[in-house]
Nanobody, 127 residues
Framework: QVQLVESGGGFMQAGGSMRLSCTAS????????MGWFRQAPGQEREFVAG????????YYTDSVKGRFTVSRDNAKNTAYLQMNSLKPEDTAVYFC????????????????????WGQGTQVTVSS
């Protein structure tokens, strides 16, 4: 079991930066791949970024490549999403998720692969 709590959301002007944190409890964090997803009003929850259990592999959806960076600190049971050059279209509720599944970017970008989810944190980017 892994319990996840996100933090770091809020309001930001376009072009600004924000860092989200996802703190986990439970011993399984260091062996779990982590994913970040987001959901805007009226839209489906979509994959944003993912990182393997070791941190050696990272994955991004095309719209955030070059702007967002996913990382993790297994000693602190925490995953991060650094978001730079924010755009109004990045506005959404952001969720972190954990999975024991080991797989490719295609596998880890599917929300169905993640059994553990945080409660979400709102990110609002104004133009």
């Amino acid at each position: 079991q892994v319990q996840l709590v996100e933090s770091g959301g809020g309001f930001m002007q376009a072009g600004g930066s924000m860092r989200l944190s996802c703190t986990a409890s439970g011993r399984a964090f260091s062996t779990s791949a982590m994913g970040w997803f987001r959901q805007a009003p009226g839209q489906e929850r979509e994959f944003v970024a993912g990182i393997s259990w070791s941190g050696s592999n990272t994955y991004y959806t095309d719209s955030v490549k070059g702007r967002f960076t996913v990382s993790r600190d297994n000693a602190k049971n925490t995953a991060y999403l650094q978001m730079n050059s924010l755009k109004p279209e990045d506005t959404a509720v952001y969720f972190c998720a954990a999975t024991p599944v080991v797989g490719s970017a295609m596998i880890l970008s599917s929300r169905d692969r993640y059994p553990y989810w945080g409660q979400g944190t709102q990110v609002t980017v104004s133009s």
